[in-house]
């Protein structure tokens, strides 16, 4: 009797018994994990609220000016402070240090061209030495360089050689609740506009900043990039890239750009770099490295005078600045930032974090950028006017809660004026920046309920006062005092 009960279960057995182990279902589960294990720990420091209390006070009320030991979870940023791998260590320790065309030049070279498609690879100490020789090889008074977001070095340098750095990101990317795919990027319209009005003779360069920074970290899409590039190159203007987070920026092209589900990482930031004529780039970021960064370029002649200058300001044009176990690991570096498994943690694990944030009532920049997690302070705080610092005392709270160190991004930072006056900031925020590799889930779950905490005790939080600053970059070594 084939239709038997008994034959149904002996079929099933055998279905069973013949089944190998390669029929097996994949497993994925919910759970993202950490796609490192990890060999080398360093201890982290509790200490108790009323030490850093004291702690606080004896730095000035400036996360700045504390001490590492003294902080248990340190998201002040996340540029030098990832942790590097057991390849890296070990290329390191193989370096040639040779002052002239050391190996580990050509292995860092070879990385770069690979990546990035360009011609000349010129190594710098880290990102702003690139910006210093890019600019003060390019700009002068009166010229204008149009940016996504400027970053504050970028801005600083450009304003350095007496011209201006104009910010064209689109108006979404202004408002810190507005959901948009690409928040970071450029106003196509705009750049037209000012290429219009400021004229080509007057524009060294057009750059993109990728992921944008100052914008929260938000993502350019390949489009985008690729409008730039057309309008840079109907006009001849040379167009550059900052770099700093490109593998980031890939992967949010991957994830949310149609046409480029299946393409890899490494293969979106080589069409990324296609529609550029060169880069800055902080090998801090997405370079894997605790120091190091270069400029790129095809131009032969742009290239010749920044090595010239390289020479002055950074070292012979073959180790720019660093040493050869840094470029060693840089080499590495820019590939690691590239592995899918690597970016799919990344950038969930940021994303864990504002979701935890959001879904305590917190208002954060949305959506979640890539490095760092960015909470909206004036929403928090309305009790502190801007020029209290709302963001600074939030910032400041989360140590005495948490023992978090954050960095504020308001009126500290932004609001003293040339002139001595003051004016607040457009935006109150507190940015929680992510080291790569550095934190596991458990940390990001402590530090969400950290923040949660902080955020329950909102209104018995207070302004402060600025008591001794310096002219320019206050919020790196100013003092201040809680208001009573
Ligand atoms: N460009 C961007 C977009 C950056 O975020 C940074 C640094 C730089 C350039 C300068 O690079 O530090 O190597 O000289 N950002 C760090 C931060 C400092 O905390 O966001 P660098």
């Known amino acids: 009797m084939s239709n038997s009960f008994y034959d149904k279960i002996l079929s099933y057995k055998k279905k069973q018994e013949e089944k190998n182990p390669m029929d097996l279902e994949e497993f994925y589960g919910n759970t993202i994990i950490e796609p490192f294990r990890i060999r080398s720990v360093e201890p982290i420091r509790f200490t108790t609220m009323a030490e850093r209390t004291e702690l606080l006070k004896q730095a000035g009320y400036n996360p700045f000016l504390l001490k590492a030991e003294d902080v248990l979870i340190d998201l002040l940023t996340d540029s030098g402070t990832g942790a590097m791998s057991s390849a890296q260590w070990s290329a390191m320790i193989a370096s040639d240090e040779s002052y002239a065309g050391a190996s580990s030049f050509y292995k860092f070279e070879s990385a770069v061209r690979d990546i990035t498609g360009f011609k000349h690879v010129i190594p710098t100490h880290q990102g702003r030495a690139a910006e210093n020789i890019l600019f003060t090889t390019i700009a002068k008074k009166g010229d204008v360089i149009p940016n996504n977001t400027h970053f504050d070095t970028t801005r ?21 609740q507005k959901i948009h795919p690409f928040k970071g990027n450029m106003d196509i319209e705009k750049l037209e506009e ?11 360069a057009i750059m993109i900043t990728a992921t944008n920074n100052s914008g929260g970290g938000q993502p350019v899409s390949m489009k985008n990039i690729r409008q ?3 309008v840079a190159r109907k006009h001849g203007i040379p167009f550059f890239i900052d770099a700093c987070r490109f593998a980031e920026n890939s992967w949010f092209i991957k994830t949310r750009e149609e046409g480029y589900e299946n393409k890899t990482p490494k293969e979106i930031a080589k069409e990324m770099f296609k529609y550029a004529d060169g880069c800055t780039m902080s090998a801090k970021k997405d370079g894997m490295s605790n120091i190091g960064g270069f400029l790129a370029m095809n131009d032969d002649e742009l290239a010749k005078k920044c090595r010239s200058l390289t020479t002055l300001t950074e070292g012979f044009p073959t180790y720019g600045g660093m040493a050869g176990y840094d470029m060693e690991a840089v080499a590495i570096g820019l590939y690691e930032a590239l592995d899918e498994g690597y970016l799919r943690y990344r950038i969930r694990s940021t994303a864990y974090l504002g979701e935890k944030l959001a879904f305590a009532g917190i208002s954060i920049v949305q959506p979640v950028g890539g490095h760092a997690v960015y909470i909206d302070a ?21 140590y005495l809660i948490g023992g978090i160190r954050s960095v504020e991004i308001g009126s500290v930072m932004f609001g003293l004026q040339p002139d001595g ?14 080291p790569r590799r550095v934190y596991t889930q458990s940390h990001v779950d402590y530090l969400a309920e950290a923040v949660i905490e902080t955020y329950h005790q909102r209104e018995k939080l207070k302004g402060y006062k600025v008591v001794s600053e310096p002219t320019v970059l206050r919020h790196f070594s100013a003092k201040l005092e809680p208001l009573e």
């Open 156 to 176: 600083a340098h450009v304003e350095h050689n007496e011209a201006e750095a104009l910010d064209l990101v689109i108006e979404e990317g202004k408002e810190p």
């Open 194 to 204: 000012t290429i219009e009005k400021r004229g080509v003779e007057n524009i060294p």
């Open 228 to 230: 730039v590039s057309k």
């Open 378 to 398: 004036k929403k928090m705080l309305p009790q502190i006017p801007p020029l209290e610092y709302p963001a600074w005392s939030l910032a400041n709270a989360l």
């Open 421 to 434: 006056t003051e004016k607040p900031a457009p935006m109150e925020l507190v940015r929680l920046a992510i």
